[in-house]
């Protein structure tokens, strides 16, 4: 297929504007530089070392594909056994699943404006 001068130029513009506009499909490309992405990582860390005094550990690292926060609270299995076993309430299991969640929500939103692919996946150790 030929293209009119000026039409590639018209695409690029279409595409470019496509991707910002589109920022919660899950299959596209960052639209954040390297360095941008390191300083978001950065800002990450410092937040979640926050959380040691609650008891909360992470991790995070990168590869290709996306940003990856590793999560785990003092605990977090003992805590799972005793509920399983009924020796202490569900509703204390489920406070901890609450809290997980909101962090992992937090980080999500701080990583989609961009387009970063972020995992953030709970640990039980």
Request: glycine share 6%; hydrophobic share 35%; aromatic share 6%.
């Amino acid at each position: 297929m030929l293209l009119q001068v000026g039409q590639e130029d018209k695409l690029a513009d279409e595409k470019d504007s496509l991707m910002k506009s589109d920022l919660s499909k899950e299959n596209k490309d960052s639209i954040a530089t390297d360095e941008q992405i390191d300083i978001l990582m950065a800002q990450t860390e410092a937040l979640l070392k926050t959380k040691e005094k609650g008891g909360i550990h992470s991790t995070i690292e990168r590869d290709d594909k996306y940003v990856i926060v590793n999560l785990w609270k003092d605990g977090l299995t003992e805590a799972a056994v005793y509920v399983k076993e009924g020796q202490r309430p569900k509703s204390q299991w489920n406070d901890v699943i609450d809290g997980m969640t909101i962090l992992s929500n937090a980080i999500y939103s701080n990583y989609k404006p961009y387009g970063i692919n972020v995992m953030v996946q709970p640990k039980f150790c």
